[in-house]
């Protein structure tokens, strides 16, 4: 799993990932600019499908069985969908109140150069759509 992180994190850290970043924020600048963005969404796809299954292929040597009872319990699928919702949740509640955060440490650490710099709250949050 440790090889898979960082043949994913040099994925995201190179010319490829910064592509995709590109396409994710704005579509039509990256096209604009000559990327063909069909072609790397569908490598994109591609490469997630490969982990995917490497990361399926190693639980199933983990657990050394595989079948309904271990890939499609009501427990596994309860554990994904509660797993979905608290991610959901806790990014809303940053979007929307981390600002207000911000603002109360910047206040508090306003003689510190570098956590002044780096606690302003003029940093922008999340990606939103700029199109």
Do not use: C
Not at 73 to 88: A, N, P, Q, Y
């Amino acid at each position: 799993m440790v090889v898979l992180f960082l043949v994913l994190l040099r994925i995201v850290n190179a010319p490829f990932g910064r592509v995709l970043q590109a396409i994710r924020e704005n579509d039509f600048r990256a096209e604009a600019l000559g990327f063909r963005t069909v072609t790397y969404r569908t490598v994109s796809t591609v490469l997630a499908a490969l982990f995917a299954t490497v990361a399926g292929a190693l639980l199933a040597l983990w657990l050394r069985y595989t079948g309904p009872d271990t890939t499609l319990s009501f427990e596994i699928m309860l554990d994904i969908l509660l797993i979905d919702v608290i991610g959901r949740v806790l990014f809303a509640l940053a979007q929307n109140h981390l600002q207000d955060l911000l603002k109360l440490t910047a206040g508090a650490v306003e003689g510190v150069p570098v956590l002044a710099a780096v606690l302003t709250p003029d940093r922008p949050i999340g990606f939103e759509y700029q199109g």
